[in-house]
C-alpha cells in the first residue's frame, strides 16, 4: 500500500510539473505567444526555473512542519525539473534570442552582469543535477551535502538575474523574494538548532 502511494504521488507530482512545458509547446504550436514569442518563452522558461527550485526548496521545510516524507521524495525531481527549465531558458536565449552567434554570447558574458549571473546559475545547477544519483552520494559520500548546499547560492543568484532583467518593477519577485527569504531562514534556524544539539552537554 505504501509504495503504491508514494508511486502515486510521484506520478501525479511528474504530470503536474509536465504541464507547463505541454502548455509552453501547445502555445508555440498555436503562435500564441504575443507579439515577441522569443522574449515570451525566454521570460516563461526563466519564471518556471525559479518556481522549481522555490519548490525544491520547500520540501524540508514542509516535511519538517507536517512530518510528511513525500515531499523530501519529491526534492530531486523538482531539482531537475529547475535544471530543465534553466536549460531551456538558455537555450531560447543562445539559439533563438542569438541566433546561435557565439561571439556573441561570449561578450554578453562579459559585459552584461546579469547574463554572468545567469550562467554562474545555470553551472551550479549543473553541478547539482550531475550528481543528483544515488551514485553520486555514494562517491562524494560527506562531501555530497556540503555540494548540494550549493543550491541556496543559486536560489538567491537565480532570483536577482530574473530582478535584473525587469525592465519595470520587480515582476514576479513581489512574492518570489519573501518566499525565498522565508525558507533561506527556515534552513538556517534549523541548522543552528541541529548545531547545538549536536554539542556535548
Do not use: C
Not at 502515486?8 to 507530482?13: E, G, H, R, V
Amino acid at each position: 500500500m505504501r509504495f503504491r502511494r508514494e508511486t502515486a504521488i510521484a506520478l501525479l507530482a511528474h504530470g503536474l510539473a509536465l504541464a507547463p512545458l505541454l502548455w509552453l509547446s501547445h502555445a508555440v504550436f498555436a503562435a500564441a505567444l504575443g507579439a515577441d514569442p522569443v522574449a515570451e518563452l525566454t521570460r516563461y522558461s526563466g519564471q518556471a526555473a525559479v518556481i522549481f527550485l522555490l519548490l525544491s526548496l520547500s520540501a524540508r521545510p514542509l516535511r519538517m512542519l507536517t512530518q510528511w516524507q513525500w515531499p523530501l521524495r519529491l526534492r530531486r525531481m523538482l531539482g531537475l525539473w529547475a535544471f530543465t527549465w534553466a536549460s531551456l531558458h538558455l537555450l531560447v536565449y543562445a539559439v533563438l534570442d542569438l541566433g546561435g552567434y557565439w561571439p556573441q554570447l561570449a561578450e554578453d558574458l562579459l559585459k552584461r552582469p546579469y547574463i554572468t549571473v545567469g550562467a554562474i546559475v545555470w553551472l551550479l545547477l549543473l553541478a547539482l543535477a550531475a550528481t543528483s544519483t544515488k551514485a553520486s552520494v555514494r562517491r562524494l559520500g560527506r562531501h555530497w551535502k556540503s555540494l548540494h548546499r550549493l543550491v541556496f547560492v543559486a536560489a538567491p543568484l537565480a532570483l536577482a538575474h530574473a530582478i535584473w532583467q525587469e525592465k519595470t518593477g520587480l515582476g514576479d519577485a513581489v512574492w518570489q523574494a519573501p518566499l525565498l527569504a522565508v525558507l533561506l531562514m527556515t534552513r538556517w534556524v534549523a541548522w543552528i538548532d541541529g548545531s547545538r544539539k549536536q554539542r556535548p552537554q
